[in-house]
């Protein structure tokens, strides 16, 4: 219960990691080090070799790497936040970016989403790219420069925006190591040490979280409603929600019956990060050239009026009273660049294509955060007004 940080990996140590690169037949390192970050899901260890040894590179799952300036590598450790999907989810989509765009990612050298290695922990093993976070930096830049960066992430957005995806969900590798659809993989989901802690026996993370993947949007609302549903049915806090589950029924019957359906399947399904702020890209401070995306692990292929679900793109990752403003400003600055380069279909393929298609997902939001909050005794005095977001949109449709 409480942050995602409690349950980190505690006593890893690099004697844990020396043995890890034992096995995968890697050079002595230079050196390891543990980083001091706050991340939520993962520890990370920095691996310095003397030279880029590209025998090694090579040998491990055929990644190629330069022979300059290569000398680093990131071993990533996971919490036992969710097991398997996320570590498989990450390296596919790193796997897939790296083959098939041109955007700046790490590469996968080793992963294991299992606990059966000597960590006793998942992992990810990859490069290092050169570059400062962006939210470490970009106080420092002028607005030249930012809109060196603002231009650059609309390249990006545009290279997934190519891509076109027949499935919602994650990424995953078949058992040839072919890059395939996965289930879908959301930080609101219940996390595992948390079903322990708050839910009544017998509930898991597959009774309370979506899977999939999903063909279409209603299928993709339609399980997350269902999975809600469940929740109010057991789970003592959400007693108060039980008296709208025949409504609920209702709707779901009406977004799942024709022609509403086809109404609101009316969208574009496309790849995207999904947490794309500054502490996520890195950058040459000297130049303003993006050197890397990071941290994909909760990456998908989504909706695309839900390529930013937590409004997190070009958030500065700074927790201050100016950080929405300036937001709110560079998104302005953002959507003006990309009408102007003829590009506007980033900003209008995000929009809902019809009421409807709004208030299907007004209602999916809204249930998910009575259904995330209550079980944990938070946001008393806003769930009721919630609840009466959630009914009045359901009836917008009819039930």
Known sequence: MGSPKVHLPQALTQDHVRALLEILSSPTPQSIRQLKVTAEFHIIFVITYATADLEFW?????????????TDLILRVSGN???????????????????????????????DSSVENVLH???????????????????SFDSTQMDIILDQLIDINVELHEHRWSHIGGLSFDDNDNIIPGPVLEETFWFEPDILA???????FNSLNISGAFASYTEYIYAHLLKYKHAIEV??????????????????????????????????????HKDLHFANILVDPTTARITSIIDWEFAGVVPFTRWNPSRAFLWNAQEND?????????????????????????????????????????????????????PRGQAQGSVMGWKETAV??????GA
């Open 392 to 397: 009045k949109a359901m009836a917008e449709l």
């Open 58 to 70: 090579s040998r491990i799952k055929d990644v190629q790497i330069p022979a300059v300036n290569v």
């Open 81 to 111: 936040h969710i097991s398997k999907i996320k570590t498989e989810n990450e390296a596919a989509v790193l796997s897939w970016i790296d083959k098939s765009t041109n955007i700046p990612v790490p590469r996968v050298v080793a992963y």
């Open 198 to 204: 708050l839910w009544p026996a017998g509930e898991t």
């Open 235 to 272: 789970h003592p806090s959400l007693e108060f929600m039980q008296d709208i589950l025949p409504h609920l029924d209702c709707f779901l019957a009406i977004i799942t019956s024709e022609p509403m359906r086809s109404n609101l399947d009316n969208v574009s399904l496309r790849l995207a």
């Open 322 to 374: 100016t950080s929405i403003v300036e937001k709110t400003s560079l998104m302005e600055r953002y959507e003006k660049k990309a009408r102007d380069r003829g590009l506007g279909y980033l900003i209008d393929d995000a929009k809902f294509t019809s009421k409807e298609q709004e208030e299907m997902q007004t209602v999916a939001n809204f249930m998910r955060a009575i259904v995330e909050v209550c």
């Open 121 to 139: 922990h998942e992992y990810i093993l990859m490069t290092r790219d050169p570059g400062e976070s962006l939210a470490d930096v970009y106080s």
